[in-house]
């Protein structure tokens, strides 16, 4: 019975997951309409898109490697998904932990690295390096908040941090006890979800959506698919380390929609940082942060 | 703004759609990938002519395309209209012919502008290619010079229309009858033209290939086609490379 459940956490997790997903890409639309005045997609735009993009007749391929590297861009955050808890199902999570969430929150990028250098186009080449430079740059206050989470908390159980959370309340939230940390992680989940001004390596007008360049239609699904299972990783993740989870699925939904709209009302009005510009902005302030809070939590 | 088949000029391609498949089941999914389809349009403007200025406003603000689900893309892998903005010249049309064959199916060509249509005030030009659908097939011509940012969203709603009801499937005929288009191609631009694109290949492949993908146009193409060939790795100095 026991493994049946796991098994059954194991399917509904990621899916419930590619259905937050979509709405929070919505969302993200959405805000970056009104932001622009304009009216925005319709509800189910997102979820048109992914199906248009499967269901094209053409589909270009550039060999296997293309095909595994779009496998492993989406696969990476399925596995994901079954670390991150929400209320009522636990997945993986007590047994996987922080750390092992932190390496497969890498899998993507990596995937795709390998699928973009298959296509040989010269701008996919040179998008690819600026979104792995991107993640070396956010990767550091992300790993140095994720340090500081589970030493303040003694445990790189998310279910175990959670839980903690929830028993002391709102006032004992992760954002409340660590307010430095939680500020340079909101730093490095925006960076994560690659917005403005953190976008140089999509840059659609310079040099046509990087990565995504020789991407056509199940490909791009693929990668639309992924940018759902991004959102919701980031999201939720954050909920969870700061905002004490979700206590039942209305709080939840609240939170990790909030954790992302945060970033999104402000990528919008930006324009973008060059690489080296952005290598530079990261390393100084969300680690410096960073740092900072670490230095309390540990006084 | 009006189908290809109310214009005057050589009305091409037939009418129907996919054949019926059967089962209620691969029905409702064959119509849900229409609808689909209808409803997400990702779009390669390729702004050749002046009538490229009337986009900007069909997309921000005022009229917002994205309510349609119509959305600029940048690379031909990813989109599904080519939007072909005004004249087109000689050397363009080879950018445009290069940059349609790398989208994939099922695409749309739209022709805004009456340059598109028959040449437009460029008629006695040397440098235009006048008629569009002669060297691809069009789906939708947006006319006018240029047409106002309404007539572009009405053509962009009766192409959704087109798609949801199975009637633009005009790409089909680019494979169908590749010698007719190659043929304008090459009295255009030489014999010697060819595109990276093995256009044959992919008709085979995708099983679209009739009696008139081949014929004496092709058969001139292959003999001249060079195969394409990857790019050589060489390392080391300028002067080492010199053979
Ligand atoms: S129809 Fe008029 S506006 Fe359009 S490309 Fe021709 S001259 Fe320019």
């Known amino acids: 019975m026991d493994a049946l459940n796991l098994a059954l956490e194991l399917i509904l997790m990621p899916l419930v997951a590619f259905v937050v997903g979509l709405f929070m890409v919505l969302m993200m639309r959405k805000i970056a309409a009104r932001i622009q005045r304009r009216v925005g997609p319709p509800l189910l735009q997102p979820l048109y898109d992914i199906i248009k993009l499967y269901g094209k007749q053409t589909q270009i391929?550039?060999?296997?490697?293309?095909?595994i590297g779009i496998v492993m861009a989406v696969g990476g955050y399925v596995a994901a998904e079954t670390l991150l808890p929400v209320p009522g199902m636990d997945g993986l999570a007590d047994r996987g932990g922080l750390?092992?969430?932190?390496?497969?929150?890498?899998?993507?990028?990596?995937?795709?690295?390998?699928?973009?250098?298959?296509?040989?186009?010269?701008?996919?080449?040179?998008?690819?390096?600026?979104?792995?430079?991107?993640?070396?740059?956010?990767?550091?206050?992300?790993?140095?908040?994720?340090?500081?989470?589970?030493?303040?908390?003694?445990?790189?159980?998310?279910?175990?941090?959670?839980?903690?959370?929830?028993?002391?309340?709102?006032?004992g939230w992760g954002a409340a006890t660590m307010p430095l940390l939680a500020l340079a992680g909101l730093f490095s989940v925006h960076a994560m979800l690659g917005k403005q001004p953190f976008e140089i390596y999509v840059a659609p007008a310079e040099i046509a959506t990087g990565p995504m360049v020789e991407m056509g239609g199940k490909f791009l699904g693929g990668l639309f698919v992924m940018q759902t299972f991004q959102f919701y990783t980031a999201g939720v993740l954050y909920a969870s380390l700061f905002l004490g989870g979700g206590e039942n699925w209305l709080t939840f939904l609240v939170k990790a929609f909030a954790v992302v709209a945060i970033p999104m009302c402000i990528a919008f009005l930006f324009p973008r940082y060059r690489t080296e510009d952005l290598l530079k902005m990261i390393?100084?302030?969300?680690?410096l942060l960073g740092l900072a809070g670490l230095w309390l939590i540990m006084h | 703004?009006?189908?290809?088949?109310?214009?005057?000029?050589?009305?091409?391609?037939?009418?129907?759609?996919?054949?019926?498949?059967?089962?209620?089941?691969?029905?409702?999914?064959?119509?849900?990938?229409?609808f689909c389809r209808s409803r997400s349009l990702f779009m390669l403007h390729y702004c050749t002519g002046c009538g490229a200025i009337e986009l900007p406003p069909a997309m921000t603000s005022r009229f917002d395309m994205e309510r349609l689900g119509i959305q600029p893309m940048v690379t031909p892998r990813q989109a599904d209209i080519l939007l072909v903005?005004?004249?087109?010249?000689?050397?363009?049309?080879?950018?445009?012919?290069?940059?349609?064959?790398?989208?994939?199916?099922p695409k749309y060509v739209i022709g805004i502008c009456s340059c598109t249509v028959n040449g437009g005030m460029y008629w006695q030009s040397y440098a235009t290619a006048k008629v569009l659908n002669e060297y691809l097939p069009v789906d939708l011509y947006i006319a006018?010079?240029?047409?106002?940012?309404?007539?572009?969203?009405?053509?962009?709603?009766?192409?959704?229309?087109?798609?949801r009801t199975g009637k633009a499937d005009n790409w089909k005929d680019y494979y169908r009858r590749y010698d007719h288009y190659l043929g304008n191609q090459q009295?255009?631009?030489?014999?010697?033209?060819?595109?990276?694109?093995?256009?044959?290949?992919?008709?085979?492949?995708?099983?679209?290939?009739?009696?008139?993908?081949?014929?004496?146009?092709?058969?001139?193409?292959?003999?001249?086609q060079v195969p394409l060939q990857p790019l050589e790795m060489r390392l080391g100095s300028r002067q080492e490379r010199k053979p």
């Not at chain 1, 908040?145 to 175990?160: E, K, P, Q, R, S």
């Not at chain 1, 390393?283 to 680690?287: L, M, N, R, T």
């Not at chain 2, 010079?145 to 798609?163: F, S």
Request: hydrophobic share 40%; aromatic share 8%.
């Open chain 2, 85 to 105: 903005t005004g004249y087109v010249s000689i050397k363009t049309l080879k950018r445009i012919i290069l940059t349609y064959e790398q989208m994939g199916g």
């Open chain 2, 1 to 34: 703004m009006s189908d290809l088949k109310q214009i005057p000029i050589h009305a091409e391609g037939d009418a129907g759609g996919d054949p019926k498949s059967e089962g209620l089941f691969t029905r409702v999914f064959d119509e849900l990938k229409a």
């Open chain 1, 99 to 171: 750390i092992t969430l932190a390496y497969l929150m890498m899998i993507p990028s990596l995937g795709l690295a390998l699928g973009v250098g298959q296509c040989a186009n010269p701008n996919g080449s040179i998008g690819i390096a600026r979104a792995l430079t991107a993640m070396l740059a956010y990767d550091i206050p992300f790993v140095i908040v994720i340090f500081g989470v589970a030493w303040h908390y003694g445990t790189t159980n998310l279910a175990d941090i959670i839980a903690l959370q929830q028993a002391a309340g709102p006032g």
């Open chain 2, 187 to 224: 009295q255009l631009f030489g014999e010697r033209w060819q595109t990276p694109t093995d256009v044959i290949g992919e008709a085979d492949h995708y099983g679209l290939a009739g009696p008139e993908t081949t014929g004496p146009h092709t058969a001139l193409l292959q003999q001249h």
């Open chain 1, 61 to 67: 391929s550039h060999g296997l490697v293309h095909d």
């Open chain 1, 283 to 287: 390393w100084k302030w969300p680690v």
């Open chain 2, 144 to 163: 006018g010079c240029m047409p106002r940012p309404e007539a572009v969203i009405t053509g962009m709603r009766q192409l959704m229309e087109n798609i």
